[in-house]
């Protein structure tokens, strides 16, 4: 692939929300070239556009370019005179200036303004942050004016976030310095994305609807056994307020000037990897086309924006784009990391098995699935044309190649033209994997062994005390949130390709009651990355008023 272009000369906000029907009354500007929409748009424009999904297969360490993807499908529905909304996730500090980079597209196909959206934005994760510690603050300032007498600081839920990588302060002793310094106890963060408050941002329909989630987050337990809430700590007006502004969507443009609505960056593998409610409502009710997409592999994000997201919120799309890439593929195949630029048709056609299961996982929500082959210079006519013969012949899926990050909008008029013609033309509702009445178990069941292909389940000691008390407490009723590797389709990161007769083992099971889920974790999961030896914090530089080294 060529390097990344230069920033496109961009156009002013206003004339991108003319684009979608709307005035300079229905924004709140952020600067000339990005701005919140207000809520009453959605009041003024109910959901009407078709819906399209963009998910991938399981991931090699550089991403598939799913977010790219659904940037040049946008701006290839566009060429063909199509009225198009892009609906993506925020990109987070942690992984921008860690190992991943920017998270805003690449090539011919990204939003912009490429550096503001990376670092900082209009301010969303800064309020999720302050919402989420102003809630641990008040948490610890009753603990120390009450003493031990009530909240048991020995079960304590709630953890303190920050939107950095630190692997430092995963656990941390708090409280030290005396007897005006609180009380010292065990406590932690984890990263902003993470954090529930942003599953609660991204999954509320308004206003009202936040504040009631915001009230029933659990944060601790009194020696009683009783649940410690947000509610009770007099937290829900402040932290509905630290999150005013952040609740409305930010609209921006795509390197061709197609408008996109950027809002929410839950992580797929330890949350439910997809951005607003809102912002997808928004962009349904403005054009006739919302692209939006589904963190990390179809068995990640988009199990969950479906089985979570689409069922409270009503949603539901008319296609699905599973994203494949020939260094993926040869990944699958056995092929080690130095080896994936190389061409390899044998290993690309053995790893076509990890396509395989995610078009039949696809079809088990009874939804069309459209394979798209993310181009990149070093593949070959030869190993693209076996991926094209497996998908037409085998599977009988429709196909298309995309040169989106090399050609923007004019590389991806294929793949568009391909969603067009085979993008449902009545709605036909997706059937969700499980019935959120169904028990825990069961709906663990049915994820791991529907989407992952596990033939069994084993529960630590800890996990089954989580169940039996998630069921004391009633929130058994609540759909899960698999917390998962993303290289792998099972909970081992080494299996690669499609994975057979293995075992998901579940440590320990979370409750998000604000946000909605449990959160069954498996493997070694991390809600708190750390830095890799050469982070790409170290290559930013800031040269002549730019910012550079964001990739």
């Known amino acids: 692939m060529p390097s990344d272009s230069t920033t496109p000369e961009l156009q002013p906000i206003t004339e991108i ?7 300079e009354a229905d924004l709140v500007p952020y600067g ?21 999904l963009v998910s991938a297969i399981t991931p090699t360490a550089a991403g598939e370019g799913k ?18 909304c892009l609906a993506l996730r925020e990109p987070s500090l942690g992984p921008c200036l860690g190992m991943k980079g920017g998270a805003t597209g690449g090539g011919q196909s990204q939003v912009h ?14 309020a999720v942050t302050a919402a989420n510690n102003l809630l641990s603050a008040l948490l610890d300032n009753r603990i120390y004016h009450e003493g031990m007498s009530r909240i048991d600081p020995r079960r304590i839920q709630w953890r303190r976030v920050m939107d950095m990588n630190d692997r430092a302060l995963r656990n941390i002793v708090l409280g030290l310095g005396g007897v005006l310094q609180g009380v010292p106890r065990e406590g932690g963060f984890d990263i902003t994305a993470a954090s529930e408050i942003m599953a609660i941002l991204c999954l509320a329909g308004n206003f009202g609807d936040l504040k009631k989630r915001l009230a029933r987050i659990l944060v601790a337990f009194t020696h009683n056994d009783e649940p410690v809430t947000a509610d009770s700590l007099n937290a829900t007006g402040a932290m509905t307020a630290l999150l005013k502004d952040a609740l409305m969507p930010n609209l921006v443009q795509s390197t061709e000037g197609v408008p996109a609505f950027i809002h929410g960056g839950p992580f797929a593998n330890i949350a439910h990897g997809c951005n607003s409610v809102i912002a997808t409502k928004m962009a349904m ?28 919120a009503g949603l539901d799309t008319a296609a699905v784009v599973l994203v494949a890439t020939c260094r993926a593929l040869k990944m ?25 299961r995610h078009v039949e996982n696809i079809k088990r929500f009874r939804e069309p699935p459209i394979v798209c082959l993310n181009r990149f210079d070093t593949d070959t006519d030869a190993e693209i044309q076996i991926v094209r013969e497996h998908c037409e012949n085998k599977l009988k899926v429709p196909f298309a190649v995309s040169d989106h990050f090399a050609k923007g909008g004019d590389g991806a008029v294929e793949l568009a033209r391909t ?45 089954e005390r989580d169940l039996k008390s998630l069921e004391k407490w009633g929130y058994d009723n609540l759909p899960v949130c698999i917390a998962k590797t993303q290289s792998s389709l099972s909970d081992d990161p080494k299996l690669y390709g499609r994975p057979l ?5 579940v440590r320990e099971i979370l409750l998000s009651a604000g946000a909605g889920f449990v959160i069954p974790v498996t493997g070694e999961i991390m809600r708190m990355p750390g830095l890799p030896k050469n982070p790409q914090a170290e290559h930013i530089d800031v040269v002549d008023g730019h910012i550079e080294g964001i990739k």
Not at 37 to 52: A, D
Not at 67 to 84: D, N, P
């Open 332 to 356: 699958h195949g056995g092929a080690q990391k130095g080896e994936l630029t190389s061409p390899d048709p044998e290993r690309l056609a053995k790893g076509l098995v990890n396509l395989d």
């Open 17 to 23: 929300a003319a684009k979608l029907g709307l005035t």
């Open 285 to 312: 009710g403005l054009a006739d086309w919302a692209v939006t997409e589904a963190g990390f592999g179809f068995d990640l994000g988009a199990e969950k924006f479906f089985d979570i997201k689409c069922v409270s």
């Open 67 to 84: 977010t790219t993807t659904t940037i040049g499908l946008g701006q290839g529905l566009a060429k063909l005179g199509q009225r198009v």
């Open 113 to 126: 303004p490429a550096d503001e959206i990376n670092l900082h934005f209009t301010g969303d994760f800064h």
């Open 501 to 505: 007769g293995f075992t998901v083992t």
């Open 32 to 52: 000339r070239t990005k701005a919140k929409v207000r809520l009453n748009v959605l009041e003024k424009h109910p959901p009407k556009g078709k819906l399209i």
């Open 419 to 463: 969603v067009m013609e085979h993008a449902e033309k009545v709605p036909d509702p997706f059937h969700p994997l499980y019935d959120w009445a169904e028990d825990i178990p069961t709906k663990i069941w049915k994820v791991a062994n529907g989407m992952y292909g596990a033939e069994k389940i084993e529960y630590s000691k800890k996990a």
